[in-house]
T-cell receptor, first 114, second 115 residues
Framework: DVKVTQSSRYLVKRTGEKVFLECVQD?????MFWYRQDPGLGLRLIYF???????EKGDIPEGYSVSREKKERFSLILESASTNQTSMYLC?????????????FGEGSWLTVV | QQQVKQSPQSLIVQKGGISIINCAYE??????FPWYQQFPGKGPALLIA?????SEKKEGRFTISFNKSAKQFSLHIMDSQPGDSATYFC??????????????FGPGTSLSVIP
């Protein structure tokens, strides 16, 4: 089974802190994603990466950056956390190549910024 | 044009009943329509998906109906069970010029199946 592992399930950070959310996938997938999930807004794409060291902005990239130094690892960085970034963050991965690939999600990281 | 609309926002169904969730899209470039199911405390997981060359796909108690001309698709859960209680997301995707899909998710429907 594909496994997407998010290292931190629950975090509480202070406003202005730098926050790192780490994600690892074990199926050699080319594509990796970071989504943000908020009630009533569904899943919104923050950033994605289709290859090592490659990244593309999603729909809501402001206030975030990402890093993909190895194929299996994709990190989300909040340079200066703010209270409006309190949310659930989902990492995901999928195969490249032919379209219509399943997206495999991790279990999520709940971030509270106080 | 990139939006996927989903209704209802929440749904309560009696055990054994039929749950119906509707979605609509605008962009005719979308060519793959998956549904994801999310249980509390878990990430979403693929439930069932359809391509626009067919009007219906059935997997067990779950059926997707697809109306290409109306740009609408829906999920039907037959004989709904308490274990089906979850949040359901419809999505639409299209292949981009590189090797990834642009996936747009609907806002989700919270389904509660009561005994």
């Amino acid at each position: 089974d594909v496994k997407v592992t998010q290292s931190s399930r629950y975090l509480v950070k202070r406003t202005g802190e730098k926050v790192f959310l780490e994600c690892v996938q074990d199926m050699d997938h080319e594509n990796m994603f970071w989504y943000r999930q908020d009630p009533g807004l569904g899943l919104r794409l923050i950033y994605f990466s289709y290859d090592v060291k490659m990244k593309e902005k999603g729909d809501i990239p402001e206030g975030y950056s990402v890093s993909r130094e190895k194929k299996e690892r994709f990190s989300l960085i909040l340079e200066s956390a703010s209270t409006n970034q309190t949310s659930m963050y989902l990492c995901a991965s999928s195969l490249g190549g032919v379209g219509g690939n399943t997206i495999y999600f991790g279990e999520g990281s709940w971030l509270t910024v106080v | 044009q990139q939006q996927v609309k989903q209704s209802p926002q929440s749904l309560i169904v009696q055990k054994g009943g039929i749950s119906i969730i509707n979605c609509a899209y605008e962009n005719t470039a979308f060519d793959y329509f998956p549904w994801y199911q999310q249980f509390p405390g878990k990430g979403p997981a693929l439930l069932i998906a359809i391509r626009p060359d067919v009007s219906e796909k059935k997997e067990g108690r779950f059926t997707i109906s697809f109306n290409k001309s109306a740009k609408q698709f829906s999920l039907h859960i037959m004989d709904s069970q308490p274990g089906d209680s979850a949040t359901y997301f419809c999505a639409a995707s299209t292949r981009m010029k590189t090797s990834y899909d642009k996936v747009i998710f609907g806002p989700g429907t919270s389904l509660s199946v009561i005994p």
